[in-house]
């Protein structure tokens, strides 16, 4: 089992930056896929960008490529979000995930069965 906390959220204007960090407890942390998910207020929980266990393989979803990056440091348990070129439509709780490694781009919510608290991410116009 893998405990997941985020942090690095807050508030930022139009254009601006921020790295999400998700720190992960246990000793088997590169053995798992890892994903970020967000939820915009009134809307579904969407896939924003997935990093397999070994840190080879990304997917970033389209709405982000481009502005977002994804990465990992199994030596420190902890995966990262690069959020360049804010939008408030990039408004929204952004939550880790992460489920054993199954050597497939999964991307749905169902397929993860870890998930952290959430950290809050506001961008001003």
């Known amino acids: 089992q893998v405990q997941l906390v985020e942090s690095g959220g807050g508030l930022v204007q139009t254009g601006g930056s921020l790295r999400l960090s998700c720190a992960a407890s246990g000793r088997t942390f590169s053995s798992y896929d890892m994903a970020w998910f967000r939820r915009a207020p009134g809307k579904e929980r969407e896939f924003v960008a997935r990093?397999?266990?070994?840190?080879?393989?990304?997917i970033i979803a389209d709405s982000v490529r481009g502005r977002f990056s994804i990465s990992r440091d199994n030596a420190k348990n902890t995966m990262y979000l690069q959020m360049n070129g804010l939008k408030p439509d990039d408004t929204a709780v952004y939550y880790c995930a992460a489920r054993m490694a199954t050597g497939f781009p999964l991307i749905e919510n169902s397929a993860y069965n870890y998930w952290g608290q959430g950290t809050q991410v506001t961008v001003s116009s």
């Open positions: 990093i397999s266990a070994s840190g080879l393989g990304t």
